[in-house]
């Protein structure tokens, strides 16, 4: 009950901000594009970590009131980026509670209308078991968003419950190789058979494939030998805070 009435005084206080991790082409080194990421600044400074405060927000419903916030945030982001000639794209966190909202759709293309922003250059990341329960529903709310011209993609992939005959009936874009497999190779064998087993299902279903939580020069030539071309991870950048960001050196 703390944290839940913490986290309405940060909605009326504005205190959440985005940051944003880049998501990077390892073939040629250049910025494609970033994933927001939530953060929680209280006024005593202390940075509050997402795992902490967005299962409350789920679970309190105020995550429809702060995922609305989010996704206009980040789309008046990408709407700067695109300003400045940055084609660069935006990947973007939905909890289950958001997905299952009916109002989506027309939320997201009423903010695709203010903002501006190309919808092809956004992309919504689901999780596996956010398309497990009732995945009629989930089928018809996935075709309501890619009716607005944007891109999904599944985060976390390999560690929800879904089987490959569910993946092939869902129109999704992208899987994201959660880092659990990604963080102990090249040492973990079963890893790097999972992930070069994931890379190449996605290649067999035309699905985009990125991998998340890159720390080492021998993962990225790792994903490199088995054609994962788009990383993101500390080897290359933390997530940051928009005015950080122009610091970074990679070539566009
Ligand atoms: O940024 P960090 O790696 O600490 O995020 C931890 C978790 O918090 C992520 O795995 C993600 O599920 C969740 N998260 C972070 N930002 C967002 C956001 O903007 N929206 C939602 N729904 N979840 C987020
Ligand atoms: O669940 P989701 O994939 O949305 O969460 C992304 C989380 O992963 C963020 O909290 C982000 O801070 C974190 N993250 C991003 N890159 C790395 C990395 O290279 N290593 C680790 N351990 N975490 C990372
Ligand atoms: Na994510
Ligand atoms: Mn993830």
Redesign the pocket.
């Known amino acids: 009950l703390l944290i839940e009435n913490q986290l309405r005084e940060a909605i009326r206080e504005q205190q959440f901000l985005m940051?944003y991790?880049p998501k990077i082409d390892i073939q040629d080194d250049t910025l494609v594009g970033y994933?927001a990421?939530i953060r929680w600044l209280r006024p005593d400074n202390t940075l509050v970590?997402?795992?902490r405060f967005i299962p409350v927000a789920e679970s309190t419903g105020l995550i429809v009131k702060i995922g609305e916030w989010i996704i206009l945030e980040s789309c008046r982001f990408l709407a700067r980026q695109h300003s400045r000639g940055y084609a660069v794209s935006l990947s973007i966190?939905l909890s289950a509670r958001q997905f299952n909202d009916n109002r989506l759709p027309t939320m997201i293309e009423q903010i695709i209308q203010r903002t501006g922003v190309d919808p092809s250059y956004l992309v919504f990341?689901i999780?596996e078991s956010m398309l497990m329960g009732d995945t009629d529903a989930a089928i018809k709310q996935l075709n309501q968003l890619k009716r607005l011209g944007v891109s999904l993609s599944i985060?976390?992939f390999g560690t929800g419950y879904s089987s490959l005959n569910y993946l092939k009936r869902f129109p999704v874009d992208e899987l994201?190789i959660?880092?659990s497999f990604?963080?102990d190779i090249p040492e973990d064998r079963n890893d790097m058979d999972i992930v070069s087993a994931i890379i190449a299902m996605a290649q067999k279903m035309q699905l985009r494939v990125v991998a998340?939580?890159?720390?080492s020069e021998a993962q990225v030539d790792f994903l490199k030998q088995n054609a994962c071309y788009v990383v993101?991870?500390?080897?290359y950048s933390?997530?940051l805070a928009e005015q950080e960001l122009s610091h970074l050196t990679f070539t566009i």
């Open positions: 940051y991790q994933e990421l970590p997402p795992a966190n990341e999780t985060d976390d994201k959660d880092r990604v963080k998340e939580g890159v720390e993101q991870g500390y080897y933390m997530p």
